[in-house]
């Protein structure tokens, strides 16, 4: 069976950090490409920042220079650290798996397999 388990979410103050989490089992995770997306009330879900099988990143104008994507293929886990976080930040947020080979990583129709959801809330 596919999981993806997305953990670390929270409450924060501006200007914190947290670390999300993605854990992931029944399929093989070097082969996927990983995908973070975000939704927060009453707005679209948008793409965050997504790692390809090979090791690329891309990530939304409104993250760069304040979040990190990583994996770690031993561990079949992948991570989204996240610093300088804003209001804007607040979501709950999803990690997802993609085994297109060429993908538009910012596109959640590219995307088989998706987590149930970490709330990421950012507010003094």
């Known amino acids: 069976e596919v999981q993806l388990q997305a953990s670390g979410g929270g409450l924060v103050q501006p200007g914190g950090s947290l670390t999300l989490s993605c854990a992931a089992s029944g399929f093989t995770f070097n082969d996927y490409n990983i995908g973070w997306f975000r939704q927060a009330p009453g707005k679209e879900r948008e793409a965050v920042a997504s790692?390809?099988?090979?090791?690329?990143?891309y990530y939304t104008d409104s993250v760069k220079g304040r979040f990190t994507i990583s994996r770690d293929n031993a561990k079949n886990t992948a991570s989204l650290q996240m610093n300088g976080l804003r209001s804007e930040d607040t979501a709950v947020y999803y990690c997802a798996a993609s085994s297109t080979r060429v993908y538009l990583w910012g596109l959640s129709e590219e995307y088989e397999h998706w987590g149930q959801g970490t709330l990421v809330t950012v507010s003094s």
């Open positions: 790692i390809s099988s090979a090791g690329r990143t």
